[in-house]
């Protein structure tokens, strides 16, 4: 959760951009602790253990996506990548490899900020269904009895659509690439399928949503994944 003493890591060579960051951060009540270079960061993350780390991709010792692997080995902290590299298969190889968000330089400190209030107020993944039922909308999303329901009525979803819209809604406000949910919903064998997203993300939301064609809870991240997004 979101408090005043929650504690973020900043990977970043930049001693300027370190600098923007860190005075925004801790004027909103947050710690921070930096971190120049790769081998540093990894190190403050094991011992510091962060409530959040934002990372550059360009280090001076090496690639941010090895940091992004060799951290989801053993922590599921938030991690937000804060990069220039701009390109669709950058992005899509951190976020499949655990990172939660990605936005790009130069960058506006205001939705900085909202990126990473919303990173801290995600609830640990869990294997468990919540026991309380998630709503958004007009709808009301029951995993433990299995129900989804909108404007009090239940809703017919196939196995598949119920299995999307858990995978999404269990990390709201986290971008999702293709690959992952095509993993997870469909399994191993259907990575390469990813006509199989369009038609069903386009059933739920027609299901789901008041305007389909202007999505308010299913978004697209054009050219990476979805990001479910609750009220």
Do not use: N
Not at 53 to 72: A, E, K, M, T, Y
Not at 121 to 146: K, M, Q, T, Y
Request: charged letters at 30%; aromatic letters at 6%.
């Amino acid at each position: 959760m979101t408090t005043p003493s929650s504690l973020i890591l900043v990977i970043e060579d930049e001693a300027e951009i370190r600098h923007v960051v860190r005075t925004a951060l801790e004027a909103e009540g947050w710690r921070v602790c930096e971190a120049d270079s790769m081998a540093r960061g990894l190190i403050d993350a094991a011992t510091r253990k962060p409530d959040l780390v934002i990372l550059d991709l360009g280090l001076p010792d090496g690639d941010g996506i090895d940091f992004i692997h060799q951290f989801r080995g053993w922590s599921g902290a938030p991690l937000l990548v804060l990069s220039a590299r701009s390109a669709e298969g950058v992005k899509v190889s951190a976020l499949d490899l655990g990172a939660d968000d990605f936005l790009g330089k130069p960058f506006g400190v205001a939705e900085l900020l909202a990126r990473v209030r919303a990173a801290l107020r995600r609830p640990p993944v869990s294997e468990a269904a919540p026991s309380v039922p998630l709503r958004f909308g007009r709808v009301e999303l029951d995993r433990v009895r299995r129900l989804v329901r909108r404007d009090g009525e239940d809703l017919r979803l196939t196995a598949v659509e119920y299995r999307l819209l858990c995978a999404l809604a269990s990390r709201p406000g986290q971008v999702l690439t293709h690959r992952q949910l095509l993993r997870e919903v469909w399994g191993p064998g259907a990575v390469g399928h990813g006509h199989y997203l369009r038609i069903y993300m386009g059933r739920l939301r027609h299901k789901l949503e008041d305007d389909p064609a202007r999505p308010k809870h299913l978004l697209t991240e054009l050219g990476v994944g979805y990001r479910f997004m609750a009220d």
